[in-house]
Nanobody, 126 residues
Framework: VQLQASGGGLVQAGGSLRLSCVAS????????VAWFRQAPGKEREFVAAIHWRSGGYTYYVDSVKGRFTISGDNTKSTVYLLMSSLRPEDTAVYYC???????????????????WGQGTLVTVSS
């Protein structure tokens, strides 16, 4: 299973970016897809997830609620993270992750995910 994350770049504070996570060779049907990020010198942090097994519910870390939106179609192989009102503290490498058997209590835990994309760098200038 391979995941490809893309869409990162340099943006000014207040701007927007849309990240994409594409799975090769299969769809995300009834699975969980999440975005994590890692800033320099910091631990990897949960950002958002979509849990199709529970009906497509979405989950966010408090710091991005109202600014970021995770979306996708579970019959397809792409999940998006639309990031708006970006702040310099959003600067990080963003990773998408996927797991077919994750449970809700584990959805924010990076070690619970079996498959990871290579990361895409988002830089927000002030």
């Amino acid at each position: 299973v391979q995941l490809q994350a893309s869409g990162g770049g340099l943006v000014q504070a207040g701007g927007s970016l849309r990240l994409s996570c594409v799975a090769s060779g299969r769809t995300f049907s009834r699975q969980t897809v999440a975005w994590f990020r890692q800033a320099p010198g910091k631990e990897r942090e949960f950002v958002a997830a979509i849990h199709w097994r529970s009906g497509g519910y979405t989950y966010y870390v408090d710091s991005v609620k109202g600014r970021f939106t995770i979306s996708g179609d579970n019959t397809k192989s792409t999940v998006y993270l639309l990031m708006s009102s970006l702040r310099p503290e959003d600067t990080a490498v963003y990773y998408c992750a996927n797991d077919p058997s994750i449970i809700l209590s584990e959805i924010r835990v990076s070690r619970s995910y079996a498959y990871w994309g290579q990361g895409t760098l988002v830089t927000v200038s002030s």
